[in-house]
């Protein structure tokens, strides 16, 4: 079997988890975790990194820090994770989706830009506090247009840039962009510490208020007193520790990736009855977080059989995220009644990914595809 991915933990891992036991160092006291923030933080140009126990707290942290709840609104993609949709719930704001574009797979700029139009300009909505922008599965959003709408309708800016480490838009990278950016570290991002995330901000403010939300709110000098409730999202000096010698080959691991994609392009572009990921545009090249596939009208099965199909031939696949309007659990909360985002809604049917994951060799590379001609043939 070829699994969907698998993590490369080559480096410096063991010498420095070695380190944490032999100093006696584990709990997020540690000196590693420090280091790592630092290092996360200089790598994507942010002058702060709040290093938490996941990427789905660190987007829910994020939201809590910009003062975000009861009444609001976020904007969010429909085709994301159910994390960047959880995180403004629990706040008791409400999420606002917009569609995908069909060819990115990222929000749709245009289809934001109506929206706006149509809740703020026309119909007065003041509730719209933030948009979320999420890059999906290795080619960034263009910034740019949605920066611009941000200004105009004075919009705060949360980049969820988990799947994005190591990737530049024009030039400047990835969790760099807005109020705040956050990042995940599970084993299939580009930088593992097994569990993991962080916030990034240029706010010495924004910082803090993080650093004390991530910390049950403690106060520094009455500590078991607490004015406003936090949770303990602490990342331990052990994870830490990973993150270290992962960020060591940061850069090997972005030129593994776009190498693996080149690859799969090259393999799967005589195949006309798929859609493979964006090589380049002229604001970034893909990173190939995952290579994405998505099967055109004309092959008469859906992403579902072709998984199975694959399966059978010993290639583990993964489903493309399920479209947020179309969730059971909000479904059954009464949310996006009527809703329809058609693009999002076919790409989740008609996508998967392939294996992708860092220690994928050439050989594993060679047989996926194999498989998939069968398969699609
Ligand atoms: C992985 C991921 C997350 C969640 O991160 P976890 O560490 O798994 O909680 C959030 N957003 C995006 C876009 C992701 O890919």
Known sequence: MIPVNEPLLTGNEKKYLAECIDTGW????GPFVRQFEQGI????????????S???????????????????????????????????????????????????????AEKLKIKLKDEIDRKGNKKIKA?????????????????????????????D???????????????????????SFYPNKHVTTGEGGMILTDSDALAEKCRSLRNLCFLAKKRFVHEELGWNFRMTNLQAAVGI??????????????????KYTELLSDIKSIDLPVQKTDYAENIYWVYGIVLKDEIPFDAEEAMKRLGEKGIGTRPFFWPMHEQPVFKKMGFFKGESH??????????F????????????????????????A
Request: proline fraction near 5%; glycine fraction near 8%; hydrophobic fraction near 45%.
């Open 54 to 108: 996941n990427g789905s707290v660190a987007l829910e942290a994020a939201v809590a820090a910009l003062g975000i709840g009861e009444g609001d609104e976020v904007i969010i993609p429909t085709f994301t994770i159910i994390s960047c949709a959880a995180a403004v719930v629990r706040a008791g704001a409400m999420p606002v989706l917009i569609d995908s574009d069909p060819i990115t797979w990222n929000i749709d």
């Open 131 to 159: 948009i979320m922008v999420v890059h999906i599965y290795g080619l960034p959003v263009d910034m740019e247009p949605i920066l611009e709408l941000a200004e105009k309708y004075r919009l705060l800016i949360i980049e």
């Open 245 to 262: 010698a992962q960020m060591e080959q940061l850069d090997v691991f972005v030129i593994k990736k776009r190498k693996m994609g080149q």
């Open 342 to 351: 058609p693009v999002a809604e076919r790409i989740s049917r008609r996508g």
């Open 26 to 29: 584990i709990s997020s006291e």
């Open 161 to 183: 840039a988990a799947e994005m480490l190591g990737q530049t838009y024009k030039g400047q990278p990835c969790g760099s962009y807005g109020d705040i950016s956050t990042m």
């Open 353 to 376: 990914y392939i294996p992708s994951g860092l220690a994928l060799t050439d050989n594993q590379i060679n047989e996926v595809s194999r498989a998939l001609h069968e398969v699609l």
């Open 41 to 52: 933080a200089a790598r994507v140009s942010r002058r702060h990194g709040i290093a938490v």
